[in-house]
C-alpha cells in the first residue's frame, strides 16, 4: 500500500481493468527507479483454511541486488502457519500493460472475462522445513472495484517517490484447491485482491491495513499513521460508505513483542468512525501473524510488516439506527520500522 503533499482520489465504483496491470513503464526513467516495487495480492479465507498469495516484482531495472520477482505465500491451515518466499529470475517473468495476466515461473495469473484464475507451487528452499504449497484458485468478484489513490508523495523531500493503490477486489467468491504438503484442501471462500506500485522506500510509508467481506459487504481502510491520512470504505448492499481521515479514529492496543524481528505489533484494533449519515465501531482480534521484513543499508533500517488472519466484530448505523452487525473474518495489517545495530 499506504508527508506534506498528497494527492488522493476518491474512492469510485469499477476502475477499468487496465488498472490492474503491470505499471513500471510509467516509471522507468525515474530517478529513483531502483526502488520500484510492485504486487498483486490475493487473500482467501473459509472455516478451516485462510490464505495470502502475492506476486510481486523488485527493481525491474536491474539497478541493485534486490532484483528480482518474488512470490509471498501463506496458509493458516490445522492450527499452524506455513509461510515462504520464493524468488523467481527475470527469464521466467512475463508481464501484461493491457491486463493483471502475469507469469513468474510455474506461478501464473491469467483474466479471462474479469475472473481470475490463479495457478503456482512454490516450495521452502531456504527455511528448511520442506514445506511445499501448490494452488488453483479462480477469483470471481462480487463488488465494485475501489481506486485507493494513485501518485501518493510519502517523503516530501524526495518529489520522484510515489505510491499507487488499486483494489479491483473488495469481495470476491474464490474456488478451487490447495494443496499444503501433499494433502488437497478444497476451497470454496470469500477473497479479496488488491494492487500496489510505484518508486518509494517502504520505510517511508508507514500503515494500517484491514479488510474483511461478506456477500453484501465489503470493508476496506487504510491509515497511514505516520503521515496522518487514510480512509476507510464500506460497500454495504450496493452503496459506497466512506469516511475520511478526520472522521474515524483508530486505536491499537494488546501490544506483543516479537524477539526475532525486535519490534511490537498490536493483537488488537478499535475504529470508531463517523460521517454526517453512517457510523461505524469495529473492533479487529488478530489471531495467526507472520512476518515480512526489507533491510535497509542507508539508514540501517529493517521495514517489518506484520500479516495477519483477524476477527472483526461490530456494528453499521445509518441515522443512530442498527443496519448491519458485523461478525466475519478477514486480514490486517501493520507496518513498523527498526534500527539495525551496528555489528
Known amino acids: 500500500m499506504p508527508?506534506?503533499?498528497?494527492?488522493?482520489?476518491?474512492?469510485?465504483?469499477?476502475s477499468a481493468l487496465i488498472d490492474d496491470c503491470y505499471h513500471f513503464s510509467d516509471y522507468e526513467d525515474s530517478p529513483n527507479a531502483s526502488d520500484y516495487g510492485e504486487w498483486w495480492y490475493f487473500s482467501f479465507f473459509q472455516e478451516d483454511i485462510q490464505g495470502v498469495v502475492q506476486y510481486s516484482l523488485w527493481d525491474p531495472a536491474g539497478l541493485t541486488e534486490d532484483s528480482y520477482g518474488l512470490m509471498y505465500v501463506s496458509v493458516f491451515w490445522q492450527d499452524s502457519m506455513v509461510e515462504m518466499f520464493f524468488p523467481v529470475?527475470?527469464?521466467?517473468?512475463?508481464?501484461?500493460?493491457?491486463?493483471?495476466?502475469?507469469?513468474?515461473?510455474?506461478?501464473?495469473?491469467?483474466?479471462?472475462?474479469?475472473?481470475?484464475?490463479l495457478d503456482g507451487y512454490i516450495e521452502d528452499i531456504y527455511g528448511g522445513t520442506g514445506d511445499t504449497v501448490a494452488w488453483s484458485l479462480r477469483y470471481v468478484q462480487d463488488s465494485p472495484s475501489l481506486c485507493g489513490f494513485r501518485n501518493m508523495r510519502v517523503f516530501p523531500l524526495d518529489p520522484n517517490e510515489e505510491m499507487n493503490w488499486y483494489v479491483q477486489m473488495p469481495s470476491a467468491t474464490i474456488q478451487g484447491t490447495v494443496v499444503i504438503n501433499g494433502e488437497p484442501v478444497s476451497i470454496s471462500a470469500r477473497g479479496y485482491h488488491d494492487h500496489n506500485w510505484g518508486v518509494w522506500k517502504l520505510y517511508h510509508g508507514l500503515w494500517n491495513w484491514f479488510q474483511t467481506n461478506e456477500p453484501c459487504l465489503a470493508i476496506v481502510g487504510h491509515d497511514f499513521y505516520g503521515l496522518l491520512r487514510g480512509e476507510i470504505s464500506i460497500l454495504l448492499d450496493g452503496e459506497e460508505i466512506t469516511f475520511r481521515h478526520w472522521q474515524y479514529q483508530l486505536t491499537n492496543?494488546?501490544?506483543?513483542?516479537?524477539?526475532?524481528?525486535?519490534?511490537?505489533?498490536?493483537?488488537?484494533?478499535?475504529?470508531?468512525?463517523?460521517?454526517?449519515?453512517?457510523?461505524?465501531?469495529?473492533?479487529?482480534?488478530?489471531?495467526?501473524?507472520?512476518?515480512?521484513?526489507?533491510?535497509?543499508?542507508?539508514?540501517?533500517?529493517?521495514?517489518?510488516?506484520?500479516?495477519?488472519?483477524a476477527m472483526f466484530e461490530g456494528r453499521i448505523r445509518k441515522f443512530g439506527r442498527v443496519v448491519e452487525e458485523i461478525d466475519t473474518f478477514g486480514f490486517r495489517e501493520y507496518t513498523t520500522n527498526v534500527l539495525i545495530p551496528n555489528t
Not at 508527508?3 to 469499477?14: D, E, G, R, S, T
Not at 508481464?95 to 506461478?107: H, Y
Open 3 to 14: 508527508l506534506l503533499i498528497l494527492m488522493l482520489l476518491p474512492m469510485v465504483a469499477q
Open 89 to 117: 529470475p527475470w527469464n521466467d517473468v512475463v508481464t501484461s500493460r493491457t491486463s493483471a495476466d502475469l507469469v513468474m515461473g510455474p506461478n501464473t495469473i491469467e483474466v479471462v472475462d474479469g475472473e481470475y484464475q
Open 253 to 309: 492496543y494488546d501490544w506483543t513483542f516479537v524477539p526475532e524481528a525486535f519490534a511490537f505489533y498490536p493483537r488488537k484494533t478499535l475504529i470508531t468512525a463517523c460521517n454526517w449519515k453512517y457510523s461505524l465501531v469495529l473492533e479487529i482480534a488478530v489471531q495467526q501473524t507472520g512476518l515480512v521484513a526489507r533491510a535497509y543499508d542507508e539508514p540501517p533500517i529493517a521495514w517489518i510488516v506484520f500479516e495477519s488472519t
